[in-house]
């Protein structure tokens, strides 16, 4: 053997005799045993997919609690209020059907307007109107468009109490304004429009100032 051939296996030898790291040994073992790409590509895939929806996760947890925080740091509403703009009634009649509402709650002035377009019950108005039959009643009538458009306001009124979540809700405020009069057919007639405005608060707060002014307890 010549010189050069000895040398060659003496290196040979040394690599076998020398301990190997653990990279070399896993390079050893992936090219012997080298793994699809197709497993390999599916593997990541998982992991992301999994990644984005830890994300989401994490993501919809901290915004319910900014919401929860949110609803906690405001303040209770103690009133709700509607307002009813340029509604086409008369302003006189109006203004008696609030009168007839005042100090009521929301659902016992609903049932009463809602007799009074029965005939039932009589609203209780001013002026050169016929005498009715009824408790400290002398004259009075039975208003029923007005009367349509004040129950439409009253249910609205009470989904808003709902969301304020007002308990027991009573009407403390009910006011009805002359609004701007608009031309009919040829400039010959101005129809009759009405602004209403109707404002509500819980009955405990305003149950004293009822008692005060003799209201009874309903």
Known sequence: MTEKNKKIEEKEEKKIAEPQSDSENKELTNKKNPEPKGEANKQTLKEKI??????????????????????????KKTEAVINGKSLPTSTKKSSAVCKFIQGKRIQKAISD?????????????????????GKRISS???????VE??????????????????????????????????????????????????????????????RNMGAKKK
């Open 50 to 75: 999994q990644d984005k929806k830890e994300e989401k996760g994490n993501k919809k947890e901290d915004e319910k609690k900014s919401k929860e925080k949110q609803l906690a740091e405001k303040p």
């Open 113 to 133: 307007l809602e007799q009074v377009l029965v005939h039932k019950k009589v609203v209780p108005m001013k002026g050169e109107i016929p005498h009715k039959k």
């Open 140 to 146: 009075g009538g039975y208003p029923k468009k007005t």
């Open 149 to 210: 458009y004040f129950i439409k306001l009253l249910k609205s009124l009470q989904t808003n109490a709902n969301v304020n979540g007002l308990d027991e809700p009573v009407i403390v405020e009910a006011i009805a304004n002359m609004a701007s009069r608009p031309y009919g057919k040829f400039g010959r007639v101005r129809r009759k429009r009405t602004h209403v405005k109707i404002k509500v608060r819980e009955h405990r707060s305003v149950y004293p100032q009822l």
